[in-house]
């Protein structure tokens, strides 16, 4: 016996590589905005067909942010470019159908900018208190993402007389929900930055 100890090898962490499922995804997302746009753009929210198109292209984007999501945890696949293109990706696509909502006189500029400066608002408050901790999604916070791409996709869809004045409900009640949360959110952010005793 020598007397000398046998160190216990440390476990070693593997390196999660950028270029993956999850972050291909909010990468597609991303550049899917532009195309969305100009979709938008071209159907002047006048053509019909375009106008599917252009909720269709929606659709899908947003649904790749359940995925992209999805695939990170389930995966092990979470990056720190991911954690700050995610929601960078997810605000281009609802601020831009917003925009262009209110643009083509379909939504009331008010609602668009309340609903921006929330978002963008929150997504500082999640930098901000990013060394303290992390604000996770609230269950109001993703029924505020629903009824948002709800509405919103309500709204490009050419609906029938009959079921376009249900937009605006969806996107009232979208309203309500964003402007909540906002708060619910600004409070966490408060309670994480507050000094521990």
């Known amino acids: 016996m ?6 216990t090898p440390s476990r070693i962490v ?4 950028l270029l993956n499922a999850a972050n291909a995804l909010t990468a597609l997302r991303l550049v899917l905005v532009p195309v969305f746009g100009a979709t938008v753009v071209v159907s002047a929210m006048t053509h019909a067909g375009w106008r599917m198109a252009a909720c269709l292209i929606f659709a899908f984007a947003s649904a ?6 999805w695939i990170a ?3 092990g696949l979470v990056t720190s470019l991911g954690k700050v293109a995610d929601p960078i990706a997810d605000k281009a696509l609802t601020g831009a159908a917003l925009v262009l909502l209110s643009w083509y006189d ?7 900018v ?6 963008l608002g929150i ?3 999640r930098f901000w208190v990013i060394r303290h901790g992390v604000i996770a999604a609230s269950r109001g916070g993703k029924i505020k993402t629903a009824l948002q791409i709800l509405a919103i996709a309500w709204y490009l869809w050419p609906m029938p007389a009959l079921l376009a004045p249900v937009g605006p409900w969806i996107m009232g009640a979208a309203v309500v929900v964003t402007v909540v949360t906002g708060f619910d959110y600004v409070a966490q952010a408060l ?7």
Do not use: K, M, N, Q
Not at 2 to 7: L, N, R, V
Not at 106 to 112: A, E, G, K, M
Not at 114 to 119: G, K, P, Q
Not at 191 to 197: G, H
């Open 2 to 7: 020598t007397g000398a100890t046998e160190s």
């Open 73 to 75: 945890r389930r995966f």
């Open 14 to 17: 593997p390196r999660v590589p």
């Open 106 to 112: 379909r939504l009331p500029w008010w609602v668009t």
């Open 191 to 197: 309670r994480l930055r507050r000094p521990t005793p």
């Open 114 to 119: 309340a609903i921006l400066v929330r978002e």
């Open 123 to 125: 997504t500082g408050l």
């Open 64 to 69: 790749t942010d359940l995925v992209d999501g």
